[in-house]
């Protein structure tokens, strides 16, 4: 063959392969058309719709791969898409366990669901509103969830809040599913903005968290600050100094001054995990619409205080493991609606700006998988936003296999698949603000071998607290612990333990 006909067939090759990419760039990314004068068409050719919508309404597809949102300031549109086939779940599971979050909390009320046929396709409509929040406005109480069906397993979700009493067809006027293609567009990747910290805090996070070449580990030790001599017996056996401990609290219980102050006069910095919950009528409940209407403000008033009182650094742990249901803040429990929480989020984190608070560092900590695994509860659904996210947190557990369906992981398995998940989306640094290895199911002292040969990998993570206490079977009648995570009772653990924070100091 001579050298043109080569040159020939290369040209032809690569003008080919030229046209191919453009007609796939041009196929895959979604697409935003005039339809009339009153609305436009949004076509999504990777999850396969058309829709047809009001025109006032604003596209987002900061997270395309979840769901593409149409915003107004009176009314918001998402359309979420889940696949089911890696899982049990299914359309009559999503239907029908997707609405008991809405039924067991009284501040939601379903009015209305049925089935419309829209030009030929079934859609499966559930109305529901709550109150609204007074001095919000305009507060978005009324919700629509219509789900179509491509096969039992795999449904398109477009969900509706609005200001008004909502009327489907006016906003949505034709919706249609068409073929898929194979390739997704880009999520958008978060990063932190800079914020102005006061000097001692911004020595912590510039240490821990900006100039962090290595990893450091914090703890949980259950008796910590009540009582410093388990922590000190700890850190002795260990031969290592923990220089973050762990706290929880609710809007049940007032600032612990006395504790907060004893864990600064020891030179730790303090994780605070903060709850939107309450005790009210004898029973826990979440606040997440109370405190939006200004009804915790005193709580959140003193609470800003206390902290600009306490002037030294706090990691402060928000609402964490919000896309877990067995948390009462979880959308999946207060409507579906994930806006709440960003809302309430949002109310807090102003509430201490107001305040002039700048010892916080906001930990944004969803749980490593969303239960129930829907679409509407999807973690990136959660985030509250570049301004208000310093640090994000990973959370997994080895939980060992006591209960049924938990199965014994190896610290890789228990972070590999959301950890690159997160480092795709986020800029932040990050944090594991709790975990630990169970004792039942295999080698417990292995497995923290394995985990601090290991960790270093992951290297945006720049602290890890280890957790130091246990579970119990509250379904039996004697106390019976369900999961040890106890690192200073079996000998070969705590060995183990000692051995591999010799590496980290």
Known sequence: MNIKKILAIITVLIFTLSVNAAFADEVHNTELTRYSETYSKYTNNFYGYEIVLLNSLKLNEDIVSVKSRFESEDLVVDVLYDNFYNDLNNRTTYLSYGNRGILNNPAFSITREYDYNFNGLNGHIVLYERDKIEGAAPDRNYYAMITFTRTYKELITVFMKSSEPIYIEKIMPSFKLINKTET??????????????????????????????????????????????????LEDTFNYEFPVVLLYNSFQLPYKTELMNKAKADGKVVEYGLYTTDIIDGTEKDITLEILEGKYDDYLDKLAESFNEYDYPVLFRLNNEMNGEWVWYSAHKVGKDTDLFIECWRYIYDKFKEHGVDNLIFVWNPNEKSFPNFAYNHYLNYYPGNEYVDVVGLTSYNTGNYYQGETWRSFSEAYDHFYYDYVRHFKHPMMITEFSGASQGGNKSQWFDDMFNRISFYDRIKLAVLWNGQDYDMSKPEKTVSRNYRLDLEPDVIESVKRGLQNFK
Not at 193 to 214: I, P, R
């Open 184 to 233: 997704p567009k880009a999520d958008a990747v978060f990063e932190p903005v800079s914020k102005a910290f006061d000097e001692q805090t911004k020595l912590f996070y510039d240490k821990y968290f900006g100039n962090n070449e290595k990893l450091d580990f914090g703890i949980f030790e259950p008796t910590y600050p009540h009582y410093d001599s388990k922590l000190k017996q």
